[in-house]
């Protein structure tokens, strides 16, 4: 009786641990969940109770031994076949130079492929898979010996237990265990917020994490893994490189997608090239490319020298995370009174180009990051074009102070005000000269004024002579002459385009009012709604509500913007000035191939600039917004995009578009 139950507990068991684990590798590896969350959860519970009840049935393999535990030291085990590292090279050159190296030593003027993949900048390491089960994964070490990690292996969900479909006697798996960005920025955040030193990238934060003498803290971190390639193998062969990468696809490991195979050398010169510019799009950090033959019996024939591959290179670019010193934060006063703090660094090199500046978000944020002027900090460039700092680098120097808002405005004087439940500090003064600074510099970009950019602005304000937008157009000639920087013809071009500046549609004038909350999609918005600004100023909040990306609170702002005195000077001024307070022809939605479908555009473009994008798309009937949402038709990508459109948009699965794309929609490719 007893043994009968014990044998429907067993089989129970195992067809508990089979769901589990390919519910797993639906849910991390394939991106396909096979069951709801609490599907998952009802049949973990039960296996746990079931292996609690009958501890016989616990398997290597069982889901439930992915949680933590203590070890006090990593036991040395040996690879059986070691792990190489990858000769390097950073330019086409060099690259070019191997591929004659590679035809060189195979003599015989075969064809020889590549596959090309991301180069992950995580950890190593090497799983080792009997009869399917996982039974060891190593880090790296000498690449001979490594630590046996097992016990923090497991905890990864990313890594299966057990090979999918028919297993071979023994393979070792070879991958790369990393943190996603988003993962670091957190595990940052956290280890700031106690006080811990911060990882300086991605990569620490992965081998200090995989590295723990606790798994239970390994299994807090969403480690994740992309699988490579193979070690020693028995029953199981390969002939090339992309199909071992499609048969541990098949297995339930997670190959990167982006591999690719190519014919020939200039194609994976190009490739490189392409994903120097492609790496923000990605959720992890990549330090390059791998290149590799493809076909395995050239690998051998190619050999390996100093336990590097002649047979691979990684192409490597510089690091998108650098350490240099904060020398100070500055405040500069935004155009709707907000203080943004800024950071000044001592240069450094990140991701190829030289970084003396960061944003800083509020006062909280820098505190809560312990970020202090005069330490040594992590810059980081993301997606984002601004770099930013992720924290200090090293354990604090003594008696550098925490950062402080100025109680009053640098600019005005005038108190400052934190309002309840706001990040940000503001300079409540409307009349505060920086808002009309601001409004001014932002307004040159708004109306495409060439040849008059912040640098002549400033220079202007300082002398007295614009302060207000319609200063701006009462400008001569003789009085540009004047400054530093121009001469007659330098002086004239620029009259010109402030004057032609005047036909600037009436969405774009509403932008550059500078009124709160109003971004270009929003003016956008109520241009189209009211048609003209006498409509504007007449309605009433609610009304304002109901245009489309408006709520009850932006609606307020719009209208209590108009409502005050100095402001609805001003539009009468710049109205009777000539500038456009009306819906133009050009501005209304157009019928075309493309009406329907939304797009978004980040990142700089080649051919247009990302104004001429939109113009462009909204004349073929698109609609162009500023956020990405699930409605969005595609993401044009340019170069530098921003990264939490990006990260969005492969979330929604909305379509990433390249420039290319963009040109074939328009027709002109
Ligand atoms: S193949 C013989 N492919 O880069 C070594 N390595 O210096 C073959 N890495 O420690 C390695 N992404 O951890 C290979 N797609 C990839 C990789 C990759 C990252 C790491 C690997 C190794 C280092 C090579």
């Excluded at 519970?45 to 933590?68: K, Y």
């Excluded at 020889?112 to 992950?120: G, S």
């Excluded at 007295?464 to 540009?480: A, F, I, N, S």
């Excluded at 005047?502 to 509403?510: A, D, E, G, I, Y």
């Amino acid at each position: 009786m007893a043994s009968s139950k014990t044998a429907t507990a067993a089989a129970r068991a195992e067809e508990l641990r089979d769901l589990l684990n390919q519910a797993l590798i639906a849910y991390h590896v394939e991106d396909e969940p096979i069951m709801e969350d609490a599907a998952y959860d009802a049949l973990y519970d039960e296996l746990v109770a079931l292996e609690e009840e009958h501890p016989e049935l616990v398997t290597p393999d069982s889901p439930t031994r992915r949680v933590g535990g203590l070890s006090d030291k990593f036991e040395k085990v040996q690879h059986l076949e070691p792990m190489g590292s990858l000769e390097k090279v950073t330019t086409d050159e060099g690259l070019r130079k191997w591929d004659e190296d590679v035809r060189k030593r195979l003599r015989t003027g075969e064809p020889v492929a590549y596959v090309l993949e991301p180069k992950i900048d995580g950890l190593a390491v090497n799983l080792t898979y009997e009869n399917g089960v996982l039974v060891r994964g190593a880090t790296r070490g000498d690449g001979v010996q490594g630590e046996d990690v097992s016990r923090n292996i497991r905890t990864i969900k990313a890594i299966p237990l057990r090979l999918k479909g028919g297993a071979p006697a023994l393979i070792e798996v070879r991958g790369e265990v990393y943190l996603p960005i988003s993962g670091f920025r957190e595990l940052n955040e956290r280890l700031a917020g106690t006080n811990q030193k911060l990882a300086p990238n991605p990569r620490n934060a992965a081998a200090g994490s995989l590295r723990q003498k606790n798994s239970a803290i390994t299994a807090d971190r969403p480690l994740s893994i992309w699988v490579y390639g193979a070690g020693h193998r028995e029953g199981v062969e390969f002939d090339t490189q992309f199909a071992m990468l499609e048969w541990l696809r098949e297995h339930g490991l997670r190959t990167n997608p982006f591999a690719q195979r190519l014919e020939s050398i200039d194609d994976v010169a190009a490739a490189c090239v392409e994903w120097e510019k492609r790496r923000l799009e990605l959720d992890y950090e990549i330090d390059g490319v791998v290149v590799k033959v493809d076909s395995l019996d050239q690998q051998r024939r190619l050999g390996v020298l100093h336990s590097r591959p002649r047979w691979a290179r990684a192409y490597k670019w510089a690091p998108m995370t650098a350490v240099t010193r904060l020398l100070e934060i500055r405040i500069r006063v935004g155009r709707t009174g907000a203080l943004n703090p800024w950071a000044i660094m001592e240069p450094v090199q990140v991701g190829g180009v030289t970084v003396t500046r960061a944003t800083l978000h509020n006062e909280e944020d820098i505190n809560r990051k312990q970020i202090r002027a005069g330490d040594d900090v992590i810059v980081q460039r993301a997606g984002d074009v601004i770099p930013q700092i992720v924290g200090p680098a090293g354990p604090h120097r003594r008696g550098t102070k925490e950062f402080r808002m100025p109680t009053h405005c640098p600019l005005c004087g005038t108190e400052i005000v934190k309002p309840e439940g706001e990040a940000m500090h503001r300079c409540p003064n409307r009349a505060c000269p920086s808002r009309g600074l601001e409004t001014l510099i932002n307004w040159t970009g708004v109306a495409d004024i060439e040849g008059v950019g912040e640098q002549t602005i400033r220079i202007l304000w300082e002398q007295g002579l614009v302060r207000l937008l319609p200063d701006l157009y009462r400008l001569t000639k003789e009085q540009l002459v004047e400054l530093e920087g121009f001469a007659e013809i330098s002086a004239s071009a620029a009259i010109e385009s402030i004057l032609r500046s005047k036909q600037v549609p009436f969405s774009r004038v509403l932008l550059g009012l500078n009124i709160p909350g109003i971004g270009w999609v929003l003016a956008r918005n109520l241009a189209s709604h009211f048609g003209t600004v006498d409509r504007l100023v007449a309605a009433t909040p609610e009304e304002v509500a109901e245009v489309e990306g408006f709520g009850p609170d932006r609606a307020e702002d719009v209208v209590d913007w108009f409502a005050d005195e100095q402001n609805r000077a001003l539009v009468q001024e710049l109205r009777d000035l000539g500038l456009r307070f009306e819906l133009g022809a050009d501005e209304r939605p157009r019928e075309g191939p493309l009406t329907g479908s939304t797009y978004v555009v980040t990142g700089t473009l080649e051919r247009f600039s990302r104004d001429e994008a939109k113009t462009r798309l909204e004349a073929l009937g698109a609609k162009v917004t500023d956020s990405v949402s699930a409605k969005t038709t595609g993401l044009v990508v340019g170069e530098e995009p921003g990264a939490s459109k990006l990260t969005k948009a492969r979330k929604a699965e909305v379509p990433i578009l390249s420039e290319a794309d963009l040109l074939v929609l328009l027709g002109e490719s």
